[in-house]
C-alpha cells in the first residue's frame, strides 16, 4: 500500500446471515466496496465518506430485515494497525496486470 493510504481508515465487516436472499445481497452490496477476504468477511479500504455510506448502507437497508439469529458486525481500524499473514499480506498491495 502506498505511504499515502498507510493511516486510511478501514472496516472490516463480518455476518451471518441464514436467509440466502439476504445474504446474496449484503454480499454484492460490499462487493461494490471492498475485497471478500473470507466467505462472510469483507474488507473495505476508501475514504471515511465511502466508509460512512457503507455503514449506513447496511444500517438502512440491513438492519430491519435481519433474523433474529442473524448478526452483522463492523469493526473500524487503521491500515497501519493491521497485522496480516500469509496472502493476507498481498491485500492492499498495488497490483499491476499486463
Do not use: C, P, W
Not at 58 to 81: A, C, H, M, R
Amino acid at each position: 500500500m502506498s505511504e499515502k493510504n498507510i493511516d486510511k481508515n478501514v472496516i472490516i465487516v463480518t455476518y451471518d446471515i441464514s436467509d440466502d436472499r439476504l445474504r446474496t445481497k449484503l454480499s454484492k452490496f460490499l462487493e461494490q466496496y471492498g475485497v471478500r477476504i473470507q466467505y462472510s468477511v469483507f474488507e473495505i479500504q476508501n475514504s471515511d465518506r465511502i466508509l460512512k455510506a457503507v455503514r449506513n448502507g447496511i444500517k438502512n437497508d440491513f438492519e430491519n430485515l435481519l433474523g433474529s439469529g442473524d448478526s452483522v458486525y463492523v469493526f473500524t481500524t487503521k491500515y497501519s494497525t493491521m497485522e496480516r499473514y500469509g496472502a493476507a499480506k498481498l491485500l492492499g498491495d498495488d497490483l499491476i496486470f499486463i
